[in-house]
């Protein structure tokens, strides 16, 4: 099973918003940060049932690295004191998540964000906390944390035994004498900023030694400690030594960044300084290009460890993108390696330039649609996902459910498989999501998708009736996309309501019962037409219901999708870590009792009882949720058709990884389309 090389765990009382919103900004910079696209760490945050309760203390165990992030403030140091229902109180739990932390060879990171939060606990009065709160402004107080943060994450993946605590990495200011002194003088200020700012004797300066004999003699010292910037300036691609420098680089695998100073012109750039983040030297803003440089060497380092983890044999890993001057070198091997790289996958015109040198370059995304390829199969699979009102009790935030989606939808279309879903074309849907994955440059490279004018459509897309799309919300989905229109059900018709027409133009509300028993008999014709078309379903998540924030059908969703395919016998995938209808299942299919499986529960829900009742006079098919609940607890996990074993299931129930949750999945559809190819039941 492969394992996360490392993952953050935030924790903070949940009534804070200001740590939340903290724990949310750090999450961004750890993996949607434009300026380092390619960087994706794991996180995690305090799971939160709405008690206000501690959890049990615990640490993540899917990676082999964690570090725990404490987010102190004072709605944390007041509850410390207080006693809980549990008998555990705040205090408690803050000091003995650093324990088990520590005992299992992890990190805690305790950060003070406001005065009074410290220490929480007579018992941590020992421990250091990172003093955010003396930082003015909330924005330059998330950035000081997130600084501190990719440091420690650093040292959590390049430790030194012999001072943990060293500074994360050499930093070489690679640049030429001759503009030291012109304007904007950006070496200068930078040296400023990194003697006020780091007080041990942590960067280094080549401007008082011989250039490019130091940044050699450090490589040689300590490679994985050395990363590069480049202050690249009028006269900077004329000096020999400043290209040297970055050859050097380059050649060792070492973090680079370029910092584009250029006042009037350069008559040559450099070509060897390319394939790297580029920033665009301001004024006042030295500490936001060392920023950039550190969150490149920790993309870098954790790619590196990631990379290590699905490498063969025979591969040479790179943890960026492959050039011409880090695989010519290769070039002499007898015996050519396969280079490994991260994703995104180059472009088609990079990679022709790339082959001739005779090297083979591959990322893992790219091995995963040859392992898996199922275009010849033309295979449906639906996904049924939308947002759980329990993430939290999971320890996760809509970000995650998101992420989950698109690199689960991403795997599973270079794998060839056809995506279905049926939901809205809002802004706030992931219909237009979707969309934008098909169009995504990567994805169809991998997929080897034809002309636009030829190719097929790779997501259909089911719109219920009632529900509104206009011409113009088709032609944003653009021609990959096949938008599937339902009738409106034949118990229908606008004898009961004006608005039931067949083709509604205007919106129709599920302000009564009898709308609402409109947009459920419509909702349910959807699904049962989407499930006769499938050959498989993934679930994620899935709105349980609650009165402020109520499904429209007979049942929420997502469950009635995947008690339709269940009972279809088709191949039903659930991915339980997200909580949601998907966890709700599994746990009926336990024996588990849930509320969200009893009739109490829904009848909280506007108009449910009117809407019993109309199901009934009308002669529609009710079901009980006591009945589905018995239902699924006789089929159990082993009664899934979905060709995988009760453990396969189990470890699909609880995996976060979208790498390992589509290597189940498609294992699971290769082993019923073998069955079926056989003769055999799926």
Known sequence: MTRFPLLVQFEFHPASTEAAAAAEYLHEVLNADPAVPGLQ????????????????????????????????????????????????????????????????????????????AWPIDKRLDDTNFLRAWAIDGVEERHRFIARRLVHLLIRRLRPRPENEDAPPVTIFLSHTKMDLEHEPRVVKTMLAHLTATQHEKTWFDSGDISTGSRFAHEIEKGVKDTALLAIVTDSYSSRSWCRKEVLFAKHHQR??????????????????????????WKANDAQGVVDLLLREVL????????????????????????????????????????????????GPEELEVLERTGVRVETPLQRHALAYDLRSRKLT??????????LGRYGLRAAHLDSILLDLSRYLLVAGIRLAYGGHLGPDGYTLRLADLLRDPIVEQLR???????????????????????????ARLGPLVDMLRCDRPSDLDEALDPLFVAVPHVEVPSDTALRRFAWSRGLTAMRERQTNDLRARVVIGGRLGRPDNPYLGRMPGVLEEALLSIR??????????????????????????????????????????????????????????????????????????????VEGNRELATSRSAERIVELVLHGLQQCSQLAAAGGAE
């Not at 709605?75 to 005992?103: D, M, N």
């Not at 002309?451 to 919300?473: C, G, H, I, K, N």
């Not at 829900?605 to 079901?623: F, G, M, S, V």
């Not at 006789?634 to 074993?645: D, F, H, P, T």
Request: overall charge negative; hydrophobic content about 40%.
């Open 255 to 280: 973090p680079v960044v370029i910092v584009d100073a250029v006042q009037e012109r350069e008559t040559r750039r450099f070509p060897y300084s390319g394939n790297t983040p580029v920033i665009r």
């Open 568 to 645: 279809a016998q088709l191949p039903v995938y659930l991915v339980g870590a997200f909580g949601g209808c998907a966890r709700l299942v599994l746990d009926a299919l336990d024996g588990i009792e849930r509320a969200e499986l009893t009739s109490a529960y829904h009848q909280a829900l506007p108009h449910a009882i009117e809407l019993k009742k109309l199901y009934t006079d009308r002669n529609a098919k009710w079901e009980e949720f006591e009945n589905i609940a018995a239902e699924l607890k006789a089929c159990g996990v082993s009664g899934l058709k979905n060709g995988l074993s």
């Open 381 to 390: 699979v639906a996904l049924s996902v939308s947002g759980a009102e329990d």
């Open 41 to 116: 760490i794991p996180t995690t945050f305090t799971p939160d049932d709405g008690s206000g309760e501690p959890p049990e203390p615990a640490v993540a165990t899917e990676a082999d690295r964690v570090l725990v992030v404490l987010l102190a403030d004072d709605h944390l140091a007041v509850a410390a004191r207080k006693p809980t229902k549990s008998g555990t109180t705040w205090g408690e739990y803050a000091t003995k998540l650093r324990s088990i932390t520590e005992a299992a060879g992890h990190r805690f990171m305790p950060v003070q964000l406001t005065e009074s």
């Open 448 to 474: 080897g998708t034809p002309s636009t004018e030829q190719a097929a459509p790779e997501l259909v897309t089911y719109l219920p009736w009632p529900m509104l799309a206009s011409v113009r919300d088709e």
């Open 299 to 346: 993309r870098h380092t954790y790619a590196e460890e990631s990379l290590k983890q699905r490498k063969r044999e025979t591969d040479r890993v790179l943890p960026g993108g492959p050039e011409l001057v880090t695989i010519v070198h290769l070039m002499k091997d007898k015996d050519q390696p396969v280079v490994l790289y991260p994703d995104p996958l180059l």
